[in-house]
């Protein structure tokens, strides 16, 4: 963890559990009750606060994420100094105490390579995305909650050439690429009289106005699927994740977000603009023993009928090793390269 003494002293008795790198995420569900997650598995820990100390240990944490945290805005989302990530639920929302997550930012996996090394991918498939990142290829990263989809995110965007401008476009501060290029935008709260939001769809636009050569959206949930979508089928090259079970399912949720957008967007639309926009999903996943791996990548095809978009099978875990689907990674480039 990369914190000051000061900024450790805000965590007050959480302090140990911060500065324990086998400890990825901590989380109190009452005073009484604070959770721990190692390797993916979560156990209860024998600390006991106080309703104030809780309290007292999230007004210090708003301080350095620079959010607010009241009756009209009972959910919080902040980054820490570290690049931590802190949520917060508050009651009446909550049935009685402050529910309080902080993932830990662990450098793990900030490369391919690091991907390689941890075995969460095999050296042919870093090759291929090696690859894919060079060409320009539209990547979506998709996997269940604690998957890894940031972590590979971020591993991705450190193979994209340094002479490229890069925009981030995220909720909270998460992304650190280390190119020279780079500018990382946020979204914004309403304030008291409900003003001054700033939505992911907003930064989206924003962002097209900025000279990118490639835009990066930390997760997309909701209607702004529709303007990377619109980004990206102009010809944009671009990453983003996404929650879902599988890479089908992904496509399928794309197919479903942009409709949140109002009622004149139609699936009439959507469904080719995503054939020809993505050009491979990458599945990630978490198993029993904690172990983050890459299930599945699956390539885009361009096709479409009946609201179907067409996917083939790149390379799939079969638990034990990867296993080479029927898709032409080849002709992917090839598509990419006629496009551009």
Known sequence: MNLNATQLESFGPLTDLIQDESIEEIWINSPSRVFIAKAGKSELTNLVLTKDTVQDIIERLLIWGGRRLDVSNPFVDARLPDGSRLHVVIPEITASHWAVNIRKHINRGNTLEDL?????????????????????????????????????????????????????????????????????????????????????????????????????????????????LIALNSGLPGMATLHANSARGAINKLQLLPLLAGENISQSFITPTIASSIDLVIQCSIDTSGQRRVSEIACVTGRSEAGNIEIESLFTWNGKKYVSGLGNFTNLLNKRSRIN
């Open 116 to 228: 390689v090394k941890i075995d969460s991918i095999s050296n042919e498939i870093l090759e291929l995305l090696d690859q894919a990142v060079i060409a320009g290829l539209n990547l979506l990263v998709s996997g269940g909650t604690q998957a890894g989809k940031t972590t590979f995110l971020s591993a991705l965007i450190s193979r994209i050439p340094v002479n490229q401008r890069v925009i981030t476009i995220e909720e909270v501060f998460e992304l650190k690429p280390k190119l020279p290029d780079w500018i990382a935008l946020q979204t914004r709260n309403a304030n008291l009289e409900g003003d001054g939001e700033i939505s992911l769809r907003r930064l989206i636009k924003e962002s097209l106005r900025m000279r990118p050569s490639r835009i990066i959206v930390g997760e997309v949930r909701e209607a702004e699927a529709l303007d990377l």
